[in-house]
């Protein structure tokens, strides 16, 4: 349990045949490649499951969704080939989440950075808490959403998209992603957030298993390319990720952190 807390989980639990895909990290709920990989499996598995008629992705606590891509792991990195292993985890989630047979709901309580915006877009509806305002930040650390970007940009056009990528340093509020489609369903309490999620729940695990694989397959039309376009994009992150630029916001950004630790 206590190194659960340090490095964090994925777990999954199925209960009347919804399955419940919860990550969790103490840093906000970020994302460090074992994480990412096992997300991967976790969705891959429950595609598959007879007794999963549909999944419900959610990160654990009532903070933050989801703060990105792991400023340790990113840290971390000091050859491109780790680069490119550690954002092709990225990639390897968001093509699972698309090939997935069943539909993904996300639950999305707190606010999203980076690689949580690009995992609310590849949900397939998405019910979000006011306050869950949205950030890709990429750009100001010197990277960019390569890999993310063409899920959210399918989810919300690319002027939106646009928007969110360039302005790096700006968040954009939860009723602003609900308007441009990001978001599906926005609720003013946690109770009304997870009523919504029971109440389409209800309704989808009575659904053809067969027609709802079919209807995905509609859903994301012309992305069978995604397998190997999200892997170029991470070749692309992989290699700005170790340049000096990124290496010296990230130090600064860990330096500003241990500060406020010090300081609370």
Not at 15 to 38: A, C, T, W
Not at 56 to 81: H, K, N
Request: charged share 25%; glycine share 8%; proline share 2%.
């Amino acid at each position: 349990m206590i190194h659960e807390i340090q490095e964090g989980y994925v777990k999954a639990e199925t209960h009347r045949d919804v399955m419940s895909i919860e990550f969790y990290h103490p840093q906000s709920n970020s994302l460090p490649g074992k994480i990412l990989e096992k997300l991967t499996e976790k969705i891959h598995f429950a595609s598959y499951s007879d007794d999963c008629k549909m999944i419900v992705l959610r990160s654990a606590g009532d903070g933050a969704f989801c703060g990105g891509a792991s400023f340790d792991e990113l840290a971390a990195i000091t050859t491109e080939m780790d680069g490119i292993r550690f954002f092709s985890g990225f990639a390897s989630v968001i093509n699972a989440m698309r090939k997935c047979q069943k539909f993904i709901v996300g639950r999305i309580q707190g606010k999203c950075v980076g690689g949580g915006v690009g995992f609310a877009a590849a949900c397939d509806y998405t019910i979000a808490l006011e306050g869950a305002d949205v950030k890709l930040s990429e750009l100001a650390l010197g990277i960019g959403p390569f890999v993310v970007g063409p899920a959210v940009e399918r989810k919300i056009g690319i002027a939106a998209f646009s928007q969110l990528a360039i302005d790096a340093a700006s968040w954009h509020s939860a009723d602003w992603a609900r308007r441009k489609g990001l978001y599906t369903e926005l609720h003013h309490t946690a109770e009304g957030m997870d009523e919504g999620i029971e109440q389409l729940s209800a309704s989808l695990i009575n659904m053809s298993p067969q027609a709802v694989a079919e209807l995905k397959k509609i859903l994301w039309h012309d992305t069978d390319h995604w397998d190997k376009l999200l892997y170029e994009r991470a070749v692309i992150s992989g290699k700005l990720v170790i340049s000096d630029y990124t290496k010296n916001f990230i130090r600064q950004f860990k330096e500003s952190r241990a500060a406020r630790k010090k300081i609370s």
